[in-house]
């Protein structure tokens, strides 16, 4: 059984940083793609960030240029470095896996349960 567990998340002030972990079991880690999506109230689910098995990623325009994803195979662990945070990046981080390089939610099989990510100003 596939299972997905997001840590990292947590309340920051505007221009803070935070890194989000996402411990996967149950699978080949390594074959496949995984993905960070968000979820703020009253909005649908969006892609932020995603890598596939060679290393390869994309990512949103709003969060390009600050926001890294990055995994550790050894660990079976992805990561989320997140710098110069905004207020509008506030939401529920989602981690995904067995996907395709992409940043669609309906790409992905797996989810874990999130990680909330408050950023005041």
């Known amino acids: 059984q596939v299972q997905l567990v997001e840590s990292g998340g947590g309340s920051v002030q505007a221009g803070g940083s935070l890194r989000l972990s996402c411990a996967a079991w149950?699978?080949?880690?390594?074959?496949?793609?995984m993905g960070w999506f968000r979820q703020a109230p009253g909005k649908e689910r969006e892609g932020v960030a995603s890598?596939?098995?060679?290393?390869?990623?994309i990512y949103a325009d709003s969060v390009k240029d600050r926001f890294t994803i990055s995994k550790d195979n050894a660990k079976s662990t992805l990561y989320l470095q997140m710098n110069s945070l905004k207020t509008e990046d506030t939401a529920m981080y989602y981690c995904?896996?067995?996907?395709?390089?992409?940043?669609?939610?309906?790409?992905?099989?797996?989810w874990g349960q999130g990680t909330q990510v408050t950023v005041s100003s």
């Open positions: 890598i596939d098995s060679h290393g390869s990623t």
């Open positions: 995904a896996a067995f996907g395709s390089l992409s940043l669609a939610p309906g790409s992905f099989r797996y």
């Open positions: 149950g699978y080949t880690y390594r074959g496949y793609c």
